[in-house]
Each structure stands twice: as structure tokens, then as C-alpha cells.
């Protein structure tokens, strides 16, 4: 598996028009990788999330291939000064262990699946939308994902929902909507291998359009 991260130039023009359309940047992504990277398999499935920082947006992405970015380098980045960073990500993965505290990141579209009425024999998803909903939507799912989310100092789990979206975009002539947010904070590792799993693997739906990636980072201590 590896991990790549690829800086996009949002002055662009044509950056702007990828960053709007999740089905033109599931494509991009996708054409980053051989035609059959697109199935998931046992070592892992192509995962990709937009972060957008006040002056940066970045494209990080994970895969079981070493991916080829040369296309959105020159439609989306700078192509003479900057290319991307593709690291080995076994190296992160082969450090997890049980006890470790980490801090996450991870977008995610956090649904429900119900009857849509009385009379349906189908069930159908529906998007959770208030902070509540989304963050007990994270909590109920820790532990099967090998992780546990500790309590802050308010006595409240150490997770903070932000950049809550809905995304509306056609599909094969069908309207799409999806409702996301973005989970940051600290994590325990309760069982190790389910993490590895998580990690390769993604949390929720919608992981063709950018959802799903959990990510790692030291914790910082003040």
C-alpha cells in the first residue's frame, strides 16, 4: 500500500472546475492507477480526500499501487516547480499497536439505512445531518474499525465535526446527494489488525467520491 499526497494549485482554472465535481475528481483519481487498481481487493481498495487548509488544498491518497499523478500535475498543479510525495505506507502500518494514541482525520458520509416508507420492501439510505447524528454515527463504529475515541477534558469524546457539506451532482442521469463532514481528534488502538483493515479499507460510503479516508498523525502535545 502506499500513501500519496499531491498538492492542487486552486488558482487554476481548471482546478476549480475538478475541486467542484466529485464525479470529475473520482475519474482524475482513479486515472491515477492501472484499470484493474479499480477493484478492491485483499490488500486494499484506492481511498482519496480533499483537505483544504486557508492557503492549500491537498489531494491525499491511498492505494495498493504507486500511483502516476503526471496528468493532474499539469492540468491542477504547478508543472514546472512541483510533482507529489508517494510514500510506502506499510512502514505506518507495521508501527500500530494496541495502546498507541494517535491523532485522526477522516471525511466521511455518515448515513443511516431505513424503510422509506411503511410499504417498502427496500431499504434506503438517509444522510445524517446535525452534529449529534454524525459524531454518534463515528462513536458506534470505533470499535469494529479497531479504535476507541478517549474523553476530553469536558468529559466528552475528543472528536470535532467541521466542515459539514451537502454535495448534489448527477449520476448515469440520477440526482446524488450526499451529506458529509470532517472528523478530527485523538484515537486509542483497541485491536490493531482491524485498524490495518480500516486504514486500507475506508470507514462508511461514498468512498468513490471522496470519503472514507482515515488518517494518522502524531499527537501533539502542548
Not at 11 to 31: E, G, I, T, Y
Not at 101 to 124: C, G, H, I, M, Y
Request: aromatic content about 8%; hydrophobic content about 35%.
Amino acid at each position: 500500500m502506499y500513501l500519496t499526497r499531491f498538492e492542487i494549485n486552486a488558482a487554476r482554472r481548471d482546478a476549480r472546475a475538478l475541486l467542484a465535481s466529485p464525479q470529475k475528481l473520482h475519474a482524475a483519481v482513479m486515472a491515477s492507477f492501472p484499470t484493474t487498481t479499480a477493484v478492491p481487493d485483499s490488500d486494499g481498495r484506492v481511498l482519496w480526500r480533499i483537505d483544504r487548509r486557508q492557503h492549500q488544498v491537498m489531494l491525499y491518497l491511498v492505494g495498493p499501487q504507486r500511483p502516476d499523478l503526471t496528468h493532474l500535475v499539469e492540468q491542477v498543479g504547478w508543472p514546472t516547480t512541483h510533482e507529489w510525495d508517494t510514500r510506502d505506507y506499510r512502514a505506518l502500518l507495521d508501527r500500530l499497536d494496541a495502546g498507541q494514541e494517535w491523532a485522526f482525520r477522516l471525511k466521511a458520509n455518515p448515513v443511516s439505512s431505513r424503510r422509506k416508507n411503511a410499504d417498502s420492501t427496500r431499504s434506503q439510505r438517509f444522510g445524517h445531518v446535525t452534529v449529534a447524528q454524525q459524531s454518534e454515527w463515528l462513536l458506534r463504529r470505533t470499535e469494529r474499525h479497531g479504535f476507541t475515541i478517549p474523553t476530553g477534558e469536558h468529559k466528552e469524546p475528543d472528536v470535532a465535526v467541521r466542515e459539514r457539506e451537502t454535495l448534489s451532482f448527477a449520476r448515469q442521469g440520477t440526482d446524488v446527494t450526499l451529506s458529509t463532514a470532517v472528523f478530527e481528534g485523538r484515537l486509542h488502538i483497541s485491536n490493531p489488525d482491524s485498524l490495518r483493515a480500516t486504514l486500507v479499507n475506508g470507514i462508511g460510503p461514498a468512498k468513490g467520491y471522496g470519503c472514507g479516508l482515515l488518517t494518522l498523525a502524531p499527537v501533539r502535545r502542548a
